[in-house]
């Protein structure tokens, strides 16, 4: 209980062990026994907590830099030299306070982001009426009001009203987006003009927001592989320098060198080059969008030679859309058959799916008055459903041909004309028999073929991509991306099988994919990077989520990957040359005990300096949200730049 209250109060004992210091050192000159007694009295206020966590430590047989610094203060009040065991001590408490100043403005993403959502907000009740309502007692099913200004605390979905919203918490986008009736509103998003009412739908540490949290303190306290290895060497390291200034002390008979050594020795800025770097970084990509999970991606994105991509979602942009229908049922069955499609398509969150209820409701396909049930999703193929008119199949060629479903000669020679144009053919059988036929193109995103183009330049050789597609659909975003290898018709197991074989062969794979149907993918990767705003899966299998779903995000992602990396080498750099100077100005007789102590607190500010350098890596101004008046045309433009 007393070392506990110690501890809480150590940083009063750092100032009131200075000012005894201080008027020791003045008062020594004329009255030398008082001055010695204020160095003392200063020397045990500030050492007493030092000695302390000392004890603490080997109690687990841990020998920690405190111990070093007490045997060496221990030793200076025997030889008599009580200015320097009062100066080493309060210079030593003195730097553990301004470190921990300085590693809390590390954490800063943490701090904005946790203490960004409002503990208030106001909710419909039965009656209809607003009233303020805690955030934690909020249930999911809840109406939500957001009128500008307010942040949303929880995900939901628009049930009324229109507004611009700014998402840069979640997504690291500037650029507001504009929701309206049906557009999801994640939690950290903030409304900067309009007023909207959502249903809410998660709550707490299940929205996104909360999930981001998670996953950024969860990876700054993820130790690197330089962090552990610099961990491991710190506990051999330490007794090793006391070892040292033993045997200085016995052949050579000077303790004051051997307690010098003591101080010199204290390695404290190799120990937190790696950890401060890693807390910063993740925290500097956290603001961008971009979700490190632990500084071992950092450093193992540095190796990657080879990145893997999924096609649909991730190279492409994912709105897909209808280019052609071919039907093989009577002109009145039509419009009965799309409404079934679209409501089966509604229970899938596939890109050809929505291609297709939004083609089904471009041509006004009446609701079934009962919904499909029992959808069953099929691997590579598609998905099947039980429907009005009985059990529906929905998918590629090769559902077409496990349904066994027949064509004639006319209906092949069409197959096989438009796979040979590169767009994704989606088949619709029932019974066994072709309902019809559609062709859904889902273009390259715009600024792809950059993205990989500056890929290459931050030195990744072989640029690939896997799809589940046809391979002519393939081929042709391949070619329009600039991709050295495009290969279709892959089932999630073969994707995973290629990235293996390329491991094999020596390579570093990255793949990137939407964290839905890739999960194989990114676990079999060395590192999975999963494109979109968190679903579960890419939650838990990637190594990396970009959360603003843009491609040019990953050159963010590789440039922050290469400075992290060669920060902890600076930071290194820093901690083992600080201690081969001041060993070498011992040797020439420069540097004291005290003066030694003062340049090593010195270099442990240095390196959470260097490693703070990395908060300004990405220092483009934020675009300005500016207020707008919403119109049809405007909320028709967002909506579909959002879907």
Not at 263 to 286: Q, W
Not at 463 to 469: E, T
Request: with cysteine; glycine share 10%; aromatic share 4%.
């Amino acid at each position: 209980m007393i070392s506990e209250n110690i501890q809480q109060h150590k940083y009063t004992a750092m100032v009131a062990g200075g000012i005894a210091t201080l008027l020791g050192l003045l008062v020594s000159h004329w009255l030398m026994l008082m001055g010695q007694s204020l160095l003392i009295v200063g020397t045990v206020l500030a050492g007493t907590p030092i000695t302390l966590n000392a004890f603490s430590a080997l109690k687990v047989k841990v020998i920690s830099i405190e111990l070093l610094v007490t045997i060496a203060v221990v030793g200076a009040m025997i030889i008599g030299e009580y200015h320097e065991g009062a100066i080493v001590t309060f210079l030593f408490l003195f730097g553990d306070w301004l470190e921990n100043k300085s590693l809390a403005k590390t954490r800063s993403a943490i701090e904005d982001l946790a203490t960004a959502l409002p503990t208030t907000v106001k909710t419909l009740d039965d009656a209809g009426q607003l009233q303020d309502t805690p955030v934690a007692t909020i249930q999911v099913g809840a109406t939500v009001q957001l009128a500008t200004g307010t942040t949303a605390p929880v995900d939901g979905t628009v049930v009324d009203g229109q507004a611009l919203l700014d998402e840069s918490r979640v997504t690291g986008e500037s650029t507001g987006r504009t929701k309206a009736v049906g557009d999801p509103i994640y939690s950290g998003s903030t409304v900067v003009n309009g007023r909207l009412l959502i249903k809410v739908t998660q709550t707490g540490d299940d929205t996104v927001y909360g999930q981001i949290i998670d996953l950024v303190e969860e990876a700054q306290d993820a130790e690197s592989p330089v962090a552990s290895f610099i961990q491991r060497f710190a506990k051999w390291y330490t007794p090793l320098v006391l070892l040292i200034a033993a045997a200085v002390g016995v052949f050579t008979g000077n303790v004051r060198l051997a307690i010098t050594i003591l101080v010199l020795g204290c390695p404290g800025a190799l120990v937190i080059g790696a950890p401060v770097t890693n807390v910063v970084g993740i925290g500097t990509g956290a603001r961008q969008g971009v979700l490190l999970k632990g500084g071992n991606v950092a450093a193992a994105l540095t190796k990657i030679d080879t990145v893997v991509f999924d096609k649909t979602g991730t190279l492409t942009a994912g709105q897909t859309t209808v280019q052609s229908a071919h039907w093989f049922v009577s002109k009145h069955e039509q419009a009965q058959w799309l409404g079934l499609i679209a409501d089966v398509e509604k229970q899938s969150n596939h890109p050809l799916g929505e291609a297709l209820i939004t083609f089904a409701k471009s041509h006004r396909a009446p609701v079934p008055a009962t919904s499909a049930t029992d959808l069953a999703v099929i691997p590579g193929q598609g998905l099947t459903a039980n429907t009005a008119q009985g059990q529906v199949a929905i998918g590629n060629e090769q559902l077409l041909n496990a349904q066994g479903a027949s064509t004639d000669h006319a209906t092949h020679q069409l197959i096989t004309a438009l796979t040979h144009q590169g767009d994704s053919l989606v088949f619709i059988i029932h019974h066994q028999q072709l309902i019809a036929l559609f062709t859904i193109a889902d273009p390259l995103r715009p600024h792809a073929r950059a993205a990989l183009q500056q890929l290459r330049q931050q030195g990744v050789h072989q640029l690939i991509m896997l799809s589940g597609d046809t391979p002519a659909a393939a081929q042709k975003i391949g070619q329009q991306a600039g991709l050295d290898v495009a290969r279709g018709g892959l089932l999630p197991a073969d994707k995973a099988a290629v990235i293996k074989e390329l491991q094999t062969a020596g390579h570093h794979v990255a793949f990137v994919g939407d964290g839905i149907n890739d999960s194989p993918s990114l676990a079999q990767a060395d590192v999975g990077i999963a494109m979109g705003s968190g679903t579960d899966v890419a939650m838990d299998t990637a190594d990396v989520i970009l959360m603003n779903n843009q491609l040019p995000t990953l050159n963010q992602l590789f440039t922050l990957a290469v400075k992290m990396t060669r920060n902890v080498q600076e930071n290194i750099g820093i901690a083992v040359g600080t201690v081969a100077l001041l060993l070498l100005g011992l040797l020439i007789g420069v540097v004291t005990m005290g003066s030694g102590m003062l340049v090593h607190e010195a270099s442990i500010l240095f390196v959470i300096g260097n490693a703070l350098r990395l908060r300004r890596i990405f220092s483009k101004k934020k675009q300005n949200l500016t207020t707008v008046n919403f119109s049809t045309a405007q909320l028709a433009d967002n909506n579909h730049e959002d879907h």
